[in-house]
């Protein structure tokens, strides 16, 4: 596989493989390698297998190997640094490196007419920021045709398919050096003249594959004096392509910006292996090299006259780079010697050149191909990957650090591990959601989602501002399948739209949430978040609240108490509404809560101290209080721990039972059992003690809450 | 003179013997047991304690020999007791017993998601060397995402369609979901001085169709250490440290080259698991120009870092064919793990 997730970004992206196959059939494999083809330039007497395993270790992936006929096709994959390889020759230097073997790279001389190319043409470049270098050459009354089988075969072996002689050697050039080239039918150039600019908005473009594109001035063309002729790097135009009644052609060798012809690829959704290559910038030098390669060979496989010289607009851009090489410095950085010879020998067969004499501190100037390379650390990147990583010893002894687990990190373990506890599933869920999902309003914000583009998955484009609907969904899910419970949590961000953006800070908060969602009612899922805000350390008070996505009464906002500032919101929990329910194809009850973690951060990192357990029984004591209907238990419950003296000796309180019966207790009154255990630090409680103790609570519940003890 | 003649004492312990040995043997129960032993060896009132009684109304030259044949009846009628209540007791035991092959009661344990138990397990190992994990927003700006680690404006990886982009008001700056964790790495390295060893994790995107190997959201664990004099030579050794911790046993590392903006060299690096070479993640030395663009001076530091594809692994060491699995919720899928 390509690039699956989580390799470090932009080597090459899978996307790119994807559109390309689905634009250019064929186009997935980006270079292929014909083992013949590569024969012409060196030879490496070794079997194919060690040949690609050596190019791998050095930096060129390989995908697939596979035979065609009697030739051998290797897909690499060439990182987007190495234009050069993204042709035969390049790779051939490559190979000859690392096998130590001469390169030989053909000298190609047209025979040239004594008719200059510019009696034929004239060539101008109206912007140069998108072509700063342009050239044309000419050749007259050729013979189009089939091409022979060698070239044919070399361009099968490859996956391009023959068109006929003059494309095809365009082609086959393009796949030695890297280099795009174009072949026009001269005599479709209207006006005998070229000129190379960015497109106009509106302007339209039938190209080769005799289709229509209508162009913006973010893309560039060759225009003719009517108009487009081929979008520049991309594909040329169905007007002047070559045809058997082709007689003279044009031939185009230049370069062309690579913001701009990948705007026009991707801006149109046409990418070719000429824009794939302009976006990564082939070498400059090739322009010239191409355009008499490719002259040559046309000459050859189609006859004609080639006129003298190329008319030529711009010029051979991008300088050459000087870099100063220390040789320690490729010790400091791989962490293993290479000896300054070596180091030589590499840079040479790469194409460096050294500028003068040197011993420890060495001038380097780099090839025109090369120019990913402009520092001394990427010299040092030449030399480690032709000496071989496998240099680099694995056994180095790293040593220990004390570290320590943030604050954070607890808290999400700690809170993961309470609701594992009691037997929920941790979910994974999306944090890009569909507009549905966004409906109901967040608990955290009153602001709307931010979209972003593209979507995530279909219709899913916005930043969830809580995680409730996507832990219902994946509930509602379990129940579809039959899956033993649906009860999920999840550890994970909200993103909220911050009000104003003041200054400096983030534009959007980001909110860490634990969002639960479990079978059964109200009661579940609030034991649920006490539980994990117990154990976090924090002192919460549940307020009656209403929230979109739970039954209206049946839903609390947690509030968590502060010692130095105003109470904060930290959480709400409730019933799930049965219109939410039906939504996710739940029945009920339903409960789920969410809490922000964020807010809820265990603090400081000192672990708490103990209260020895008391040595002392307990005394265990029921009441059944008879209260108003409408009474809130932690009132009750405040009333019973504001009693004076109860709170030291309180070890528990429990609600044990509650009922309602209109003729024993009267009309809007209930009965709660309360189980109350007391238990001193200091002394038994005497059965004196704890009447006292229970007749405090009864007279504090009665004044507090109206309560009146029953029986 | 005694009152008790030895050989009258020696009768009636003999014959107090006999008769509970046989009381005791003849019990049918429970009841019938300790029915027998209050008469033979009750505390108070038992036989057993009448004829110790006895022992005061011997001949002082009778008494150890009186007081030997006392405790040896005791020993026999003690054994005899403990024997018979065993025997009782084993009736009982069988006809209490139950299938010991019944279910237990059940109980319902929750499950860790098996994305956070790879990340934590590479936190764990991380941390005995010293790296300690952070976190930062998923929501960045362009200099976090892209300038800072030597992504510049004409890079294809900043093409609008490799990028979640938010939707922004005419103007405002460009934000969008991070596309890799090194984010994290430039905002701690912004904030903090050398040495420095970090690990930061957690969800990155890019846009992807959703396949058996591909998700547009996935999970990132990276490493940075930076320190002087760091060298190749130590990111090999991390990783091995990392690669052998994790896979148990001497597993090794290989490095191919690679490129990446943010450091050079940049290389590929794959462990060997299960008998073959896995691709796992991209490392390198830190570009020079990210630890300038940080405020860090090259000359006097350098680091490396590395980062590693969580769904990727987790699918491995867990046989998920089909890493879409990882976010269905499945209830079934997350309790196997």
């Keep these: 596989m390509a690039c699956q997730p989580g390799t470090l970004p932009y080597r090459r992206r899978r996307s790119d493989r994807l559109r390309l196959l689905l634009l250019i059939p064929g186009s997935e494999r980006l270079m292929i390698i014909s083992t013949n083809w590569l024969g012409e330039y060196v030879r490496w007497d070794s079997p194919v297998d060690e040949l690609v395993r050596r190019l791998l270790m050095s930096g060129l992936n390989h995908e697939a190997t596979w035979e065609v006929g009697a030739d051998t096709a290797v897909d690499i994959e060439v990182t987007s640094n190495r234009p050069d390889c993204l042709g035969h020759v390049g790779v051939a230097r490559e190979v000859a490196v690392l096998f130590d073997r001469p390169l030989h790279i053909p000298d190609p001389r047209p025979v040239e007419a004594a008719e200059p190319a510019s009696s034929a043409i004239a060539v101008e470049i109206v912007d140069p920021d998108v072509c700063p270098h342009y050239t044309a050459r000419v050749i007259r009354g050729v013979r189009v045709g089939k091409s022979p089988a060698w070239l044919a075969d070399r361009l099968r072996t490859i996956g391009i398919e023959p068109v006929n002689n003059v494309v095809d050697v365009t082609n086959y050039v393009m796949m030695e050096c890297g280099q795009p080239l174009h072949a026009f039918d001269l005599a479709k150039v209207r006006g005998g003249r070229i000129s190379v600019r960015r497109a106009r908005d509106g302007e339209t473009f039938r190209a080769i594959n005799h289709k229509d594109y209508a162009l913006t001035a973010g893309m560039a063309v060759i225009a003719d004096a009517e108009g487009p002729v081929a979008l520049a790097g991309v594909m040329g135009g169905a007007e002047s392509e070559i045809a058997a009644d082709t007689v003279d052609v044009l031939l185009e060798s230049a370069q062309f910006a690579p913001l701009v012809v990948r705007a026009a690829a991707r801006g149109l959704v046409l990418m070719s292996a000429s824009s794939y290559r302009f976006e990564r910038g082939p070498d400059p030098a090739a322009v010239d090299w191409a355009s008499r390669r490719a002259a040559a060979l046309i000459q050859e496989l189609a006859g004609g006259e080639v006129l003298s010289g190329v008319v030529e607009a711009g010029s051979l851009a991008g300088g050459r780079a000087t870099i100063d090489l220390r040789a320690a410095r490729v010790e400091e950085v791989l962490g293993v010697p290479v000896s300054a010879g070596r180091q030589a020998e590499i840079l040479t067969g790469l194409g460096f050149v050294k500028e003068a004499a040197c011993s420890e501190r060495c001038r380097w100037k780099a090839p025109s191909w090369r120019r990913d390379v402009t520092r001394e650390i990427d010299l040092v990147e030449e030399i480690a990957r032709i000496e071989g990583y496998d240099k680099v010893p694995e056994d180095r002894p790293i040593h220990a650090k004390p570290v320590e687990q943030s604050a954070r990190e607890r808290t999400i373990r700690v809170a993961g591990e309470v609701l594992v506890a009691a037997g929920m599933c941790e979910a994974m869920t999306r944090s890009v959601v569909s507009e549905a999902f966004e409906a109901t309003a967040s608990p955290w914000t009153a602001r709307p989602p931010r979209r972003v583009s593209p979507a995530l998955v279909r219709g899913a484009d916005r930043l969830r501002r809580t995680l409730l609907p996507s832990l219902l969904e994946a509930c509602g899910h379990n129940r579809a399948v039959g899956a033993p419970h649906g009860d999920l949590f999840e550890v994970a961000r909200a993103y909220l739209d911050r009000d104003g953006g003041t200054g400096n800070a983030s534009p959007l908060e980001e909110p860490l949430l634990v969002s639960l969602v479990t079978g059964g009612a109200y009661a579940k899922a609030k034991g649920l978040a006490e539980g994990v805000v117990r154990r976090l350390g924090g002192a919460v008070v549940f307020r009656r609240g209403a929230f979109d996505l739970f039954t209206p009464g049946r839903a609390a906002e947690i509030v968590l108490e502060r010692a130095q500032a105003e109470p904060v919101r930290v959480g709400v929990v409730g019933e799930v509404a049965h219109g939410v329910l039906s939504r996710f194809g739940l029945e009920g009850p339903v409960s789920a809560a969410e809490l922000r973690l964020d807010l809820l951060e265990i603090s400081g990192s000192q672990p708490r101290k103990l209260v020895p357990p008391s040595e002392f029984p307990a005394v265990q004591r029921d009441l059944n209080l008879v209260v108003d209907q409408g009474l809130a238990w932690a009132e009750l419950e405040r009333a019973i721990r504001g009693t004076p003296g109860v709170e030291s000796v309180l070890e528990g309180i429990a609600l044990e039972q509650v009922w309602e019966d209109a003729e024993r207790l009267g009309a809007g009154k209930k009965s709660l059992v309360v189980g109350l255990r007391l238990r001193s630090q200091t002394g038994t409680i005497s059965s004196d003690d704890s009447k006292r103790l229970v007749d405090g609570i009864v007279a504090s519940c009665g004044k507090a809450c109206g309560a009146v003890l029953r029986g | ?337």
């Design chain 2, 1 to 337: 003179m005694g009152t008790v003649s030895l050989e009258s004492f020696r009768a009636d312990v003999e014959r107090l013997r006999a008769e509970a040995v046989a009381a005791f043997a003849a019990a049918a129960d429970e009841a019938g047991l300790e029915q027998a032993r209050v008469e033979f060896a009750g505390a108070r009132s038992g036989r057993l304690k009448a004829i110790q009684k006895l022992l005061g109304g011997l001949d002082g030259a009778d008494r150890p020999e009186a007081g030997r044949l006392f405790n040896e009846a005791k020993g026999t009628i003690t054994a005899s007791l403990d024997a018979a209540q065993a025997r009782l007791s084993g009736a009982a035991a069988e006809a209490a017993a139950i299938d010991v092959t019944l279910p237990g009661e059940p109980f319902r344990l929750g499950h860790v998601h098996p994305i956070t138990q790879t990340i934590r397990r590479v936190q764990e190992i991380m941390a005995r060397l010293g790296f300690e994990s952070v976190d930062g927003p998923e929501v960045e700006d362009q200099w976090h995402n892209f300038e800072a680690l030597a992504i510049g404006a004409e890079h294809p990886a900043r093409d609008p369609l490799d990028n979640f982009y938010l939707a922004v008001a005419k103007g405002a700056d460009p934000l969008l979901l991070r596309s890799q964790t090194s984010t994290v790495q430039i905002r701690v390295m912004e904030q903090r001085k050398p040495p420095l060893r970090i690990v930061s994790l957690g969800r990155v995107y890019r846009p992807d169709t959703a396949d058996a190997t591909h998700y547009p959201m996935f999970h990132q664990v990276e490493g940075l250490l930076v320190e002087p004099g760091a060298t190749m030579a130590d990111l090999k050794g991390v990783l091995r440290f990392l690669a052998s911790s994790f896979l148990g046993g001497d597993v090794h590392v290989r490095f191919r080259p690679s490129f990446f903006p943010f450091t050079e060299p940049s290389v590929e690096f794959d462990m060997e698991w299960g008998g073959r070479w896995v691709e796992m993640g991209g490392a390198g030395m830190v570009d020079p120009a990210v630890l300038a663009a940080v405020g860090y001076d090259p000359a006097e530091v350098s680091g490396f870092a590395f980062g590693l594809g969580v769904e990727r692994i987790a699918a491995r060491r867990y046989g998920v064919a089909d890493i879409r699995d990882f976010y269905r919720n499945d209830v079934r899928f997350l309790e196997q793990f």
